[in-house]
């Protein structure tokens, strides 16, 4: 508060006032509002991981009931807590919850082929059964069997996620195997030989080619890519779907980001180490490959990490061109018959993200095994991106400080 | 190479250069020999186009796109700019040094090897390394820390770095733009002395600011200006230097060294 | 070190060295230009793919011809125009000319001949009927005649055989008489040659054994008929027949194989021949003569000399009074004589004098009138019901019916809607009745190369099929809703849906992320944790997949919101349907997060080029914070903020995953509303790549394109913007 006078001017109260601090409500109303759309951003974040987790949680804490091949041997009434059943099947453990047609019983005891439950567990009416209906034992998603198992069809109670995660390792792959020695090539040129000319014209091409949406780089990929392998290459060996062609493809719609990503590292490489270079008489290409290149390495790295998260994450050419339903295989396969598995690269198979997308693209119902395990997948495919682009950005970072 | 005793001295030689930027010309008609293993000085306002003729002893012009030269550079009898002299291999005859230290971000002992190695070096790496530091007289402080980044160095380390790694290369001839700009007055008494101790074995040419640095290391002084009304440097005066700094010829030398203007 | 120079390459050495050098920087050079032309080279190629889809030929079969409706329209006026006597007996017409001053009218040329001087023959566009203008064809009431048997019986029956080399060695003596056309002298003598070929030679006619049975068409029948007795006057013993059922029933009972000899006045179609060859029947096809008809007035109508096929079409199925076609023309009322309904006759008349008038250039009336003769009565009766295809009246249905459905719980939209306009008649009619079929496509490199191979193909495997080049890009592909039938269908609910859909996502994210960008640059310390969370959280979500998001709408928007999304909150859902929440909102909010990191981002960068002088000239003044902002900041920052947000917002427009999700994909027939179900372009693209079908892969190169062309523009907009802002600064 000032409240000197100033030269001959009376103090009234009215000044005194019009100088003083206030609170002025809706410069602050303004500011919240801008705060609360800065946290909207966290709250996104929070609110993936979240809803991921929790029906990730609710995918590995799912009942889901599994035929035994085992049935009641004589029919039972309401009262009887002590059954005898047949002999074929698998056996049952105490503490198991078992189902015989509505009704959950809880086993308390086996005895050989009779077994002793508590009846009606879990608010499940008590009836009557009669001798051969089936028992069924309640099975949770097996934690270990979907980071081990081969086989992914939640319906039929198989659970390995690796059908997945193998094709969309082998469409990453392949789709690194194009774009980054394309890419990296491509920002070589555009940084150390292109002239400015040459460069005005081609990045904005490169910027078209990343702006396509990439439903239509699917469309190429079934409706070009795979006519021409098959043309070219293959023949009949390649089916209409392939991981091969959707992943050269993924590969094509990647290159844009390697390339200017990696040129913008490049560039940043100082003048004066390509003056020290050319000093000691060094061609131009030993400056671009020797002196430029690893100078510039982490952030290519760092465009190299952000591509396979990129890949990783690409979901409509694979969801066209790489083919539906899991490529289910044995693990014995990968060593004796790799062809029948995710990693023949001219059969269909489907990605985690391809997954996704099919399952959720027909008319799904809330409370079902698919609608849980899409969750699941997309918890896995979250971590491993994110992790990737926290990876990167830590390069980049790193990759600053050695020039600033 | 000719036989005439006279040339034998000479190292380079500057026929009527004229450098152009675009439509600019920076620098015009310069003549000018450079006496083998001696040590010759451009000084000169900044903008002259000091660094813009030294840049043509060695054809670095050549990467700045809008650049143009006329005139000769010749070598060993030869004109650099011929169209079928390779630039590659001028630049490995007549070595550089610039104005900013700027040692590869790889390990001292790569970054003297490695220009070696892409001149297709066949001796003994190790050696090679010490005795290039040995002869930047560097060797000393770096010698357990070889494997170290060239950047971990002080700025005057580095640039005597820098001039290791160009002597490791063998050329003839070192340019030298400024090299001591960016370094403290220690560091830049320490380069002095070095040059004095290549000047044996090499001929420099070395661009300068600063008057004293030219009056105390260098053999000839090469005054440039600019001319008032083109805007391009032009040789005012070549001589040797103790003749220049007591006794200038020219009115400008005069009031350049003593300070009057620049 | 004593002469370190040896230790690098010198002379010789030394160049080889250099060279080698120098080559591989030349080769390597040449590899990454190769690399960065592969990116281009994939450009073009996607997007010659794009069009060489897009636009091509088709084979289109329709499951009626479009101009039999026309002249089936036609014909059916013809006969029912006032003062017109249609019959199929010719000596009836030629009496009724006869009988009227004013009368006009067409008979059998045979039945002019036997009545020339009662007679007047007119010109059709000074053309009379003569040999040599029906035989080049300048005549154009004119079809040639056709006698038919199967090559199995031409071997193994003799009479057969026999019957037929007399037919062309005697036509031409009878048929002159007849009133015949005849045929030409060198095509008989070849066709007899034909005949001992295919038969061997000839033989004496009272040897031959067996009967002579002949059917089909009625307007053979006389020559065939005289044809069959001269040769049993010739001396053939076997008993003969001759029956006339027309030439379309007599040829499909030819290729039952239930006729001996044919008689057609028309050549079998392709397609009938190869249902002859599928039963095995090998047709043998020998032309006999020519059949026209004249076009005869009364004796007195003198005014006529040559009519053309337009004043025809005036005389016949137009005007009522002679003057009306001609002033000079005498005030008196036309009277017609027409051959009957479903004659071969008429059928040729109205195909050539209507050739020139397409379907679409008849007019409304004449639609209802082909709705009314070519539709069924339920599916009639249910579009009427739809929408009436009459101001007054009723085709199908009756007004009491009607008014009784109007008065029903669930009255008809027919009910409130004004009846049908003449484009939706049209429309309705190639729906409807005309229903083109396509069979197959080729794309638009080949339609241009390979034209001929691919008409040739078609006329093969699709015999009936019109060949013609179609760009699937075409208005009707703009404003028409998805169909499940590929001619049918267009992208209008698409394109509705892609731009409410972005809209949503802009008036969503364009606030919330341009407010994030103002907090993080003018508020914010940066230095405080929690900021610094802030900031590597956004640039955390702009790498998440964008699949990702669409789980996040799926369960926020779709179902945790249900209430606001399905418009439920608003009373936007309708009474007793179950609210869904995979509505257009959902989708935009859902792009919206999608996009919002990189408006942030974007913006953020706009507020940091502003220069800081303009926050102190702002504050110095007495400003608040947010008044500098407000404006000063923020209008030096829009342009740069809107180029990124236009930039943002093609990506939404892009994104398909996310919208699968949320559940866009179902087929939408009806323009979206906010809180309704819909699908974008991107999904119908998605959609129709995966139809098995190749005609679908052509819709989704025309939506593509579609696509592209928005994107572009948005893209150029941004373009425009960006250089005006920094010409300006
Ligand atoms: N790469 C370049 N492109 C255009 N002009 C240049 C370039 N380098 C130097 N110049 C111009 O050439 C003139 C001489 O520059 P320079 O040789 O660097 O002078 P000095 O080294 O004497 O300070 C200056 O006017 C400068 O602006
Ligand atoms: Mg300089």
């Known amino acids: 508060m000032i409240n000197s006078p100033v030269h001959d001017i009376d103090l009234t109260e009215d000044v005194a006032l019009s100088l003083r601090k206030k609170t002025k409500w809706h410069e602050t109303l303004i500011q919240g509002a801008l705060v609360a759309c800065g946290i909207l951003s966290v709250f996104t974040t929070i609110g993936i991981v979240v809803i991921l987790l929790n029906e990730s949680i609710s995918f590995f804490t799912r009942e ?78 097996p934690f270990r069997e979907v980071f081990t198992g081969s086989r992914w069809q939640p319906r039929l109670q198989q659970f390995g996620m690796w059908p997945l995660i193998l094709s969309t390792l082998m469409i990453s792959v392949i789709s690194m195997i194009v774009a980054l020695p394309l890419g990296l090539a ?16 081609v990045k904005p091409i490169l910027e078209v080619l990343a702006g396509i949406p990439t439903v239509v780089y ?171 682009n926290i990876i990167s950005r830590r390069i980049v970072e790193r990759f600053r400080e050695v020039y600033d | 190479m000719s036989d005439s005793n006279d040339s034998t001295n000479i190292a380079v030689q500057a026929k009527d250069v004229s ?75 007549i070595g550089m040094v610039f104005q900013k230290p700027n040692p590869f971000p790889k390990s001292i002992y790569e970054n003297i090897a490695w220009g070696a190695r892409i001149n297709g070096y066949k001796g003994n790496m190790d050696e090679l390394v010490e005795e290039s530091l040995r002869s930047a007289a560097i060797w000393d402080e770096v010698k357990d820390k070889l494997d170290q980044s060239g950047l971990s160095l002080s700025g005057g380390q580095q640039q005597r770095l820098c001039i290791a790694r160009t002597v490791a290369v063998k050329p003839e001839i070192i340019l030298m733009d400024e090299p001591c700009s960016a370094l403290d007055p220690i560091a830049t008494l320490k380069i002095e002395e070095l040059m004095r101790q290549l000047q044996e074995q090499y001929t420099i040419i070395i661009v300068t600011h600063n008057m004293q640095q030219a009056a105390r290391s260098s053999d000839y002084t090469a005054f440039l200006n600019m001319d008032t009304t083109d805007r391009s440097g032009y040789m005012v005066e070549f001589s040797e230097t103790s003749a220049m700094f007591t006794n200038p010829q020219n009115q400008q030398t005069e009031e350049y060294i003593t300070g009057r203007f620049g | 070190m004593e002469n370190p120079e040896n230790l690098y390459p010198v002379d010789e050495e030394l160049q080889k060295f250099i060279d080698y050098r120098k080559r591989s920087g030349t080769i390597w050079r040449g590899v990454f230009l190769m690399s960065l032309f592969v990116a281009i080279l994939v450009l073009i190629v996607l997007m010659l793919n794009i069009i060489n889809d897009a636009f091509g030929l088709v084979a289109l079969e329709n499951e009626v011809d479009p101009h039999s409706l026309v002249t ?282 209507f050739s020139t008038i397409g379907l679409e250039n008849l007019s409304g009336a004449a639609y209802a009138e082909i709705i009314r003769e070519n539709l069924g009565r339920g599916r009639g009766r249910a579009l009427e019901r739809d929408q009436r295809f009459l101001a007054e009246g009723f085709i199908f249905d009756s007004q009491t019916a009607f008014n009784g459905a109007c008065a029903s719980a669930e009255p008809p939209t ?12 049209l429309d309705l009619i190639e729906q409807e009745i005309i229903v083109p079929q396509i069979q197959q496509t080729w794309p638009l490199y080949d339609s241009i190369f390979n034209r001929q191979a691919i008409v040739a193909e078609a006329s093969r495997k699709y015999p009936d099929a019109i060949v013609e080049f179609k760009s699937w890009l075409n208005p009707d592909f703009l404003v028409n809703p ?92 309708a009474e007793g349907t179950d609210p869904s929440g995979r509505t257009v909102i959902s989708a935009g909010l859902t792009l919206g997060l999608l996009i919002l990191p990189i408006i942030i981002i974007n913006a953020q960068e706009a507020l940091r080029a502003v220069p800081n002088s303009m926050r102190r000239a702002g504050m110095g003044l007495g400003a608040t914070k947010w008044q500098t902002t407000w404006s000063h900041v923020l209008p030096a920052a829009l342009p740069g903020i809107l ?32 809180f309704s179900r819909f699908t974008v372009l991107p999904i119908q693209i998605f959609q129709w790549t995966s139809r098995p079908q190749p005609e679908f892969q052509n819709l989704a190169a025309a939506a593509i394109i579609v696509l592209l062309l928005i994107l572009l523009t948005l893209n150029a907009s941004a373009v425009i913007l960006r250089n005006r802002y920094s010409t300006s600064s």
């Open chain 1, 64 to 141: 889901v009931f599994e035929i035994t091949n085992k049935s009641i041997a004589t029919d039972i009434g309401p009262a009887d807590t002590t059954f005898e059943t047949t002999a074929s099947g698998s056996t049952l453990v105490v503490g198991q919850i078992v189902r015989v047609d509505d009704e959950l019983m809880e086993v308390l005891a086996v005895d050989g082929l009779s077994l002793t439950v508590e009846r009606g567990i879990q608010g499940t009416e008590v009836s009557f059964h009669t001798a051969d209906e089936e028992i069924e034992k309640s099975v949770r998603v």
């Open chain 1, 186 to 201: 491509s920002a070589i040129y555009l940084s150390e030989y292109a002239s400015n000319r040459t460069r005005s014209i």
């Open chain 1, 218 to 388: 699917g469309y190429f990929a079934l409706t070009f890519m795979t006519p021409f392998l098959e043309r070219a290459f293959f023949g009949d060996n390649i089916q209409v779907f392939n991981t091969l062609s959707a992943g050269i493809v993924v590969g094509v719609l990647i290159i844009p980001l390697v390339s200017s990503m990696s040129e913008d590292a490049l560039h940043a490489v100082p003048q004066s180490l390509r003056n020290a270079s050319y000093g000691l008489g060094a061609t131009k290409l030993e400056t671009a490959l020797r002196v430029v290149l690893p100078a510039a390495l982490s952030g290519v790295t760092a465009a190299f990490v952000v591509a396979i998260s990129r890949a990783i994450g690409e979901t409509m050419v694979v969801a066209v061109a790489a083919g539906a339903g899991p490529r289910n295989f044995e693990w014995s396969q990968v060593f004796t018959n790799y062809g029948e598995t995710p990693l023949n690269p001219l059969q269909s198979a489907e990605t985690m993200t391809g997954h996704i997308v099919r399952i959720s693209g027909g008319d799904l119902s809330y409370n079902s095994i698919d609608y849980n395990s899409i969750f699941a997948i997309g918890l896995v495919l979250f971590l491993i991106t994110l992790t990737l």
């Open chain 2, 19 to 93: 450098v152009y930027y675009g439509d600019f010309r920076a620098v015009k008609n310069i003549n000018l020999d450079v006496a083998r293993n001696k040590i010759t000085a451009f000084i000169g306002p900044s903008g002259c186009g000091k660094s813009t003729l030294l840049r043509a002893f060695n054809r670095m012009n050549d990467l700045i796109p809008i650049s143009r030269m006329d005139g000769e550079i010749v070598y060993r009898g030869k004109n650099l700019y011929d169209a079928d002299v390779d630039p590659v291999e001028v630049r490995r005859r």
């Open chain 3, 72 to 353: 089936g329209y036609q014909e059916n006026t013809m006969v029912s125009m006032p003062n017109t006597f249609a019959s199929t007996n010719h000596a009836a017409l030629a009496a009724v000319i006869q009988q009227n001053e004013t009368g006009i009218g067409f008979v059998g040329h045979a039945h002019y001949q036997t009545n020339a001087d009662d007679l007047r023959l007119i010109a059709v566009d000074g053309q009379f009927p003569t040999a040599e203008t029906v035989a080049d064809g300048s005549y154009p009431f004119a079809r040639p005649l056709y006698i038919y048997t199967a090559l199995d019986t031409l071997q193994s029956e003799p009479a057969v055989a026999g019957y037929f080399r007399f037919y062309l060695e005697n036509a031409n003596n009878s048929g002159g008489e007849l009133g015949y056309f005849l045929a030409d002298e060198t095509l008989m003598a070849d066709q007899i040659n034909l005949i001992d070929t295919l038969a061997g030679g000839p033989q004496a006619l009272d040897s031959l054994g067996g009967n002579l049975a002949l059917s089909g068409s009625s307007s053979l029948y006389p020559l065939s008929r005289q044809m069959l007795l001269d040769f049993r006057q010739a001396g053939f013993g076997g008993d003969i027949s001759i029956e006339q059922i027309g030439s379309e029933a007599g040829i499909e009972a030819f290729c039952r194989g239930d006729i001996q000899v044919l008689n057609a006045s028309r050549p079998m179609t392709v397609a009938e021949a190869a249902t002859c060859q599928r039963n095995r029947v090998n047709p043998v096809e020998i032309a006999v003569g020519l059949d026209a008809l004249a076009i005869v007035s009364h004796p007195s109508l003198d005014f006529l000399e040559s009519v053309s096929l337009k004043e025809m079409g005036q005389i016949f199925a137009a005007m009522n009074y002679w003057d009306e076609i001609d002033p000079s023309y005498p005030v008196e009322p036309i009277v017609r004589a027409v051959p009957g309904e479903g004659s071969g006759s008429l059928e040729l008349l109205s195909g050539s004098m």
């Open chain 3, 414 to 425: 027919g009910c409130a809607q004004p009846a049908r306009d003449r484009d939706n008649l």
């Open chain 3, 482 to 573: 998805q169909s499940s039938e590929a001619e049918l269908a267009g992208v209008r609910t698409a394109i509705w849906g892609t731009v409410m859909v972005v809209a949503t996502t802009f008036l969503f994210s364009f606030p919330v992320g341009v407010g994030a960008a103002i907090y993080l640059e003018e508020y914010a310390d940066s230095t405080k944790w929690y900021n610094k969370i802030i900031q590597t959280n956004i640039s955390n979500l702009a790498g998440v997949p964008s699949i990702i998001y669409g789980m996040l709408g799926l369960t926020v928007f779709v179902r945790l919101l249900l209430p606001l999304t399905s418009g439920e909150m608003f009373g936007r859902v």
């Open chain 3, 643 to 674: 180029t990124g947000t236009i930039l943002a917002m093609s990506r939404a427009v892009g994104e398909t995953a996310p919208l699968i999700v949320v559940g866009a994909s179902t087929v939408i027939r009806t323009d979206p509303t906010f």
